[in-house]
């Protein structure tokens, strides 16, 4: 017979798993007749505390766990250094694992960080993730999650994100008060939700300026590459109206983009002004220097850790569980690739 759970009797309840999880455990927030009510469900449910929820709910390890797509990303790299900055100055040691954009690998870096006893996690979801299932797992042995960066509505939890809406609006009216006004998008898969905000931004910029939007100047990223970027953009240069101006989901993208630009012999941005988001650092070395939307990836990480920290405490203490929804403003750099010549 099948292990009743937590989300089990929240379903039959009509409330959060976090309500009866709280409710289980006596918490002084929570009313008498829901205390009631959740433990009478429980019963009829036939529902017992999973023996490894209870082992670790005894136990005080000071490690954490950050789960992030690629580690050698520069901007998880920022992230990281955020998180180790707080985390090590309060005696936290860090269990760092990637997901390579994987879902069924996110799955099992999360189960194997539940295993090892984690008192908390950082996480920033896959390309892949839709489901959030493992992550709610968590919640239930009383381990909080916190997202950043890639994030899901699904989940109950704090979050730590780029102001995706902004900074993608902001690059393409850059764009548009210049003159250009065959504004091409490279974009990102469909579910994560950040590159969901920038596609919104990039139409929200266009309304707001009286464009159309025209269909064949949007292209869907599947891994987010440079090849992708490169090959994408290959195809608006060869449509008979190409675009003159093109913002890009991410640097690695922008610069294939440039990449076939350059081959094809076309000039930036003369021929067509680029801009990206993230800003890495190889976006001021290059030539043209690329202009990007810049994402505060160490700030990231220290709030992200910052909310983390709260919420092991406050399970610890029996307090309230509090969830805070931080977004962080992204700012243009402004540089080479994106500024239209000056006619002479």
Not at 20 to 32: E, F, G, M, Q, T
Not at 85 to 105: P, R, T
Not at 109 to 135: F, I, P, R, Y
Request: charged letters at 20%; glycine letters at 6%.
């Amino acid at each position: 017979m099948k292990r009743a759970t937590l989300r089990d009797i929240a379903q039959s309840l009509g409330v959060t798993v976090a309500t009866v999880s709280r409710a289980l455990k006596n918490y002084p927030d929570i009313s008498k007749a829901t205390k009631q009510t959740v433990l009478a469900a429980a019963e009829r449910l036939h529902y017992a505390p999973h023996p490894m929820a209870v082992k670790l709910r005894q136990q005080a390890y000071k490690v954490v766990g950050v789960v992030i797509p690629d580690i050698i990303h520069p901007f998880f790299s920022d992230v990281i250094s955020g998180i180790v900055d707080v985390m090590e100055d309060l005696g936290y040691h860090i269990i760092l694992s990637q997901s390579n954009e994987s879902y069924e690998k996110e799955i099992r870096v999360t189960q194997m960080l539940q295993a090892t006893g984690v008192d908390g996690l950082l996480v920033c979801l896959s390309n892949e993730t839709v489901d959030v299932g493992h992550l709610q797992a968590l919640q239930e042995y009383d381990v909080p999650v916190v997202l950043f960066d890639k994030i899901s509505p699904l989940l109950e939890a704090s979050s730590v994100v780029t102001n995706d809406f902004q900074g993608a609006y902001d690059a393409v009216a850059h764009l548009l008060d210049q003159g250009y006004t065959r504004v091409a998008h490279i974009k990102g898969p469909p579910h994560p939700e950040n590159t969901r905000q920038r596609f919104a931004g990039y139409r929200a910029a266009l309304a707001a300026y009286g464009l159309p939007y025209r269909a064949e100047y949007v292209a869907e990223c599947t891994h987010v590459t440079q090849d992708e970027g490169a090959f994408f953009n290959r195809q608006f240069m060869a449509l008979a109206e190409p675009p003159e101006a093109l913002f890009a989901v991410t640097d690695s993208v922008a610069i294939g983009a440039i990449t076939a630009l350059k081959e094809a012999g076309w000039r930036v941005p003369q021929d067509m002004a680029v801009i990206g988001f993230s800003d890495w650092a190889v976006c001021r070395l290059l030539e043209p220097s690329i202009s990007s939307v810049s994402q505060p990836g160490y700030d990231i990480g220290r709030r992200a850790s910052e909310l983390l920290l709260r919420e092991i405490r406050q399970l610890r203490e029996a307090l309230p569980l509090e969830h805070s929804q931080l977004v962080l403003d992204a700012r243009i750099q402004i540089r080479q690739s994106s500024q239209r010549p000056v006619s002479v």
